[in-house]
């Protein structure tokens, strides 16, 4: 039997997880690890490669991940990478491709082309402390994601098929 391929995905695959997930929640509990060693200043350099699942260590990848970050040097780095903030808002934007297309797999949806722009507001007196205690949050004040996805079926509306996000980060 010839394996249903959508959107890059074994739709086979996808319902084996679904019913092992189902049939063994604990086999669902992940754990991801990153270890990140500071290089100088803004420059940083992540390594990721095993992960557990169900309690178990999974060491199948053959090779680690190195994710090089720092800041532009408009914000005093040495523009050796992308800012933390670029990669989180990189990881989103991964994560939210990849759940349109595992669900549009599982429904049966082609998806021909998919583009997600992330983007979010910092205020950098948070960052740096300088207004009084609480007035600016460090970090992001807002985050939005604009989807552009072209099929040749109709596909829902993100959200119409639950209540919140299926995105591990949001």
């Known amino acids: 039997m010839a ?9 086979q695959g996808i319902q084996d997880m679904v019913k092992m997930v189902k049939a063994q929640p604990q086999v669902a509990k992940a754990v991801f690890y990153a270890t990140t060693v500071w290089k100088g200043g803004f420059h940083n350099e992540a390594t990721v490669k095993a992960f557990s699942m169900g309690g178990e260590r999974n060491d199948s990848r053959k090779q680690a991940f190195t994710i090089v970050g720092d800041h532009p040097k408009e914000l005093l780095g040495t523009d ?15 994560c939210l491709a990849s759940g349109w ?28 402390n300088l207004t009084q205690p609480g007035a600016v949050a460090p970090g992001f ?30």
């Open 3 to 11: 394996t249903t391929i959508v959107n890059g995905l074994s739709v």
């Open 80 to 94: 050796k990478g992308p800012s933390s903030v670029e990669v989180l808002l990189s990881a989103l934007g991964h």
């Open 101 to 128: 297309a595992m669900y549009g797999a599982h429904m049966g949806i082609p998806i021909e082309r998919l583009r997600v722009e992330v983007e979010g507001d910092i205020d950098l007196q948070g960052m740096l």
């Open 141 to 170: 004040q807002e985050i939005r994601a604009m989807y552009y996805v072209k099929s040749g079926r109709n596909y829902p509306r993100p959200g119409t098929h639950c209540g919140r996000s299926n995105s591990p980060p949001v």
